[in-house]
């Protein structure tokens, strides 16, 4: 799948699935065209958009999204030699860890309500890359 068919498949909620691997695949690709802060937006309304067509509303999370944004993002400024989804992820294998966040957040802060609805700071360590 290239690209713009994930894109296009995640935008229009017709992927079958939707694993972290092309979660973060695809915020790579929104990184690199369309920066940080548009990048949040679009992730967020996206996940919220395809949990809601897939029936499953409540599975969206506010923190949990920009925080993968933020890791990616400080990844990716950590490579800067980096442009392709697939060689950031080679040189940043961590990033398909599921648990990544779990550095930064206690299970509790980011299993509240508060941090499902809306940016919760990390209760542990600010979000940044570690190699």
């Not at 894109?7 to 092309?22: C, D, K, M, V």
Request: glycine share 6%; hydrophobic share 45%; proline share 5%.
């Amino acid at each position: 799948m290239t690209d713009d068919e994930l894109i296009r498949g995640f935008e229009a909620g017709t992927l079958s699935e939707f694993p972290h691997a092309s979660h973060v695949r695809l915020t790579i690709v929104y990184l690199s065209r369309h920066g940080r802060e548009h990048t949040l937006r679009l992730m967020a309304e996206g996940l919220l958009r395809f949990a809601t067509f897939k029936g499953i509303p409540g599975k969206f999370h506010a923190t949990q999204t920009r925080a993968w944004v933020e890791l990616i993002e400080a990844a990716r400024i950590s490579h800067p030699e980096v442009a392709d989804p697939s060689a950031l992820i080679a040189a940043c294998p961590e990033l398909l860890d599921r648990k990544a966040l779990d550095r930064f957040y206690s299970p509790a802060h980011l299993a509240s309500d508060t941090a499902r609805a809306g940016w919760v700071e990390p209760d542990r360590a600010a979000i940044r890359w570690n190699e």
